[in-house]
């Protein structure tokens, strides 16, 4: 019987161990400028034939339905069936389908994340009417728990996520596209296209949302609000960066920057910081410095922050993560009563319906903060639960066995991906609090990454991946 060379990672010389090894990598082989530059050629005709050899439409077909305005629903009785909302549930069947094929062994972080959005349906149900509880609560639950398992049972590996971004590339391009064009001429253009046709116009909510920053209008494309737009974007940055798609990688990236169109701080700073982690790990992989020296640098500033600042790093980051001063100083206020809200409720919040009690000149009872609001929301547990869940997923992929695929399959690359991606999205979340298919974009992720991080799955061997 003849066993398949392993392609070896061009970029780091051929460490990667063969399929079924012990996982102990070959030393390293010095390679001359031709034999690099005839490794590479290997490499991307490898990848080429992987990535494009087989495709998975479903979890696709959800990212297009994310891309798909507000405006294209159904209302059936009160009960909104949103675009996503409708793809989640189509996708329900071939989930069930996976999972009896390979099931998915359920760890820490599932169970909290799961307890969370359960426990958002409670806080519902003890607040509310039962019709209430169930239209409302129902619908945000629903959302939470099937984008979650979506992202958890169709990703299972590295290379489901370079297809899928393999695949999406070109509507990331379109979108970008038409958010130009908005804040180029000023004018919203797709959702009130699509409320035209629908009948469900969103010229009231534009006209509240309308502002020029830098000469320029903050584009909302098919999202509700700049903000949600700049943090979706800003979660694929890094995912594209790290993907080593054969050409569509550049073509991601290039999309991505569509968020920019949102003149969002919080989106800005998600993209940059995608970016700039991104080019950090090509430079610790090139000459092995690792993310020690980097994490304690970032650890030494927090902490200096804290001591200096006066209100604490979260207020540091709440209040200058803003291009606007004066929305920065009221994110600061909106922290401060917003958690003695909670205080009051802190176990099931103070209501879905409810505004949070303040001075009477603070007319807007918005929430910049996601955190905050799940926690006045549906109480300081959900709030808790999730974030803990999302951190032991950074954890669990930061240690995962994906690093030990095939050599043109680098799985540690795209894991650092994800777990930059999942990291600046915790930061960005505490100065915006998205909804809706943005929020049901974020939580796909999340399951993406658990089931990145998932240890049951060992590395796929060449056979497996065909």
């Given amino acids: 019987m003849t066993t398949a060379t392993p392609t070896a990672d061009p970029a780091a010389g051929p460490l990667s161990p063969p399929s079924g090894s012990t996982g102990q990598?070959?030393?390293?082989?010095?390679?001359?400028?031709?034999?690099?530059r005839a490794a590479w050629a290997r490499h991307r005709r490898e990848m080429t034939r992987l990535i494009t050899a087989k495709a998975d439409w479903v979890p696709v077909l959800i990212f297009a339905?994310?891309?798909?305005?507000?405006?294209?629903?159904?209302?059936?009785?009160?009960?909104?069936?949103?675009?996503?909302?409708?793809?989640?549930?189509?996708?329900?069947?071939?989930?069930?389908?996976?999972?009896?094929?390979?099931?998915?062994?359920?760890g820490p972080a599932d169970l909290l994340i799961t307890a969370s959005s359960m426990m958002m349906l409670i806080a519902m149900a003890l607040r509310y009417p039962l019709d209430v509880a169930l239209k409302t609560g129902g619908g945000v639950t629903m959302d939470a728990l099937l984008a979650y398992f979506a992202g958890r049972i169709f990703f299972r590996s590295s290379l489901d996520v370079r297809r899928f971004l393999y695949r999406i590339s070109p509507l990331l391009l379109g979108v970008a596209i038409v958010m130009?064009?908005?804040?180029?001429?000023?004018?919203?253009?797709?959702?009130?296209?699509?409320?035209?046709?629908?009948?469900?116009?969103?010229?009231?909510?534009?006209?509240?949302?309308?502002?020029?920053?830098?000469?320029?209008?903050?584009?909302?494309?098919?999202?509700?609000?700049?903000?949600?737009?700049?943090?979706?974007?800003?979660?694929?940055?890094?995912?594209?960066?790290?993907?080593?798609?054969?050409?569509?990688?550049?073509?991601?990236?290039?999309?991505?920057?569509?968020?920019?169109?949102?003149?969002?701080?919080?989106?800005?700073?998600?993209?940059?910081?995608g970016l700039g982690l991104g080019l950090y790990d090509s430079f610790q992989r090139r000459y092995r410095v690792g993310w020690g020296s980097l994490l304690l640098a970032l650890l030494f500033g927090a902490v200096l922050i804290e001591a200096l600042s006066g209100g604490g790093f979260v207020k540091f980051v709440i209040r200058y993560?803003?291009?606007?001063?004066?929305t920065g100083y009221f994110r600061l206020l909106i922290w401060e009563y917003g958690w003695a809200n909670v205080a009051k409720s802190p176990w099931?919040?103070?209501?879905?319906?409810?505004?949070?009690?303040?001075?009477?000149?603070?007319?807007?009872?918005?929430?910049?903060?996601?955190?905050?609001?799940q926690a006045l929301r549906y109480g300081l547990p959900s709030m808790a639960m999730l974030l803990v869940g999302v951190f032991l997923i950074i954890f669990k992929l930061g240690v995962s066995r994906q690093g030990?695929?095939?050599?043109?399959?680098?799985?540690?690359?795209?894991?650092?991906?994800?777990?930059?991606?999942?990291?600046?999205?915790v930061v960005s979340l505490l100065t915006s609090s998205p909804w809706g298919a943005d929020m049901?974009?974020?939580?796909?992720?999340?399951?993406?990454?658990?089931?990145?991080?998932?240890?049951?799955?060992?590395?796929?061997s060449r056979a497996a991946i065909r």
């Avoid at 909104?80 to 359920?106: E, F, G």
């Avoid at 000023?186 to 006209?207: E, K, Q």
């Avoid at 399959?409 to 994800?418: I, Q, V």
Wanted: net charge positive; glycine share 10%.
């Fill in 321 to 326: 993560a803003a291009l606007n001063p004066q």
């Fill in 65 to 106: 339905s994310i891309l798909m305005t507000p405006e294209a629903r159904i209302d059936l009785g009160g009960f909104q069936l949103y675009p996503y909302r409708l793809a989640l549930l189509a996708a329900l069947p071939m989930m069930l389908v996976r999972l009896a094929k390979r099931p998915v062994r359920l």
């Fill in 404 to 425: 030990q695929e095939l050599g043109s399959l680098n799985g540690r690359r795209m894991a650092t991906g994800l777990c930059i991606s999942l990291a600046t999205t």
């Fill in 180 to 273: 130009a064009l908005e804040s180029v001429s000023h004018r919203y253009l797709l959702r009130p296209f699509v409320g035209a046709v629908t009948g469900f116009s969103p010229d009231a909510a534009l006209a509240r949302m309308y502002e020029i920053r830098l000469g320029l209008l903050r584009a909302t494309g098919p999202f509700l609000h700049p903000i949600a737009a700049g943090l979706f974007f800003g979660s694929l940055v890094p995912l594209f960066y790290s993907a080593d798609l054969p050409k569509w990688r550049w073509l991601g990236l290039l999309g991505c920057l569509g968020g920019v169109f949102g003149w969002s701080s919080a989106g800005i700073v998600a993209i940059s910081a």
């Fill in 348 to 373: 099931i919040g103070i209501g879905y319906f409810e505004s949070y009690e303040r001075p009477v000149w603070m007319r807007s009872d918005s929430v910049d903060n996601y955190w905050l609001l």
């Fill in 25 to 36: 990598p070959a030393a390293r082989v010095r390679l001359s400028a031709v034999e690099r």
């Fill in 440 to 460: 049901a974009w974020l939580t796909v992720v999340f399951g993406m990454a658990a089931g990145l991080a998932d240890k049951s799955e060992p590395p796929r």
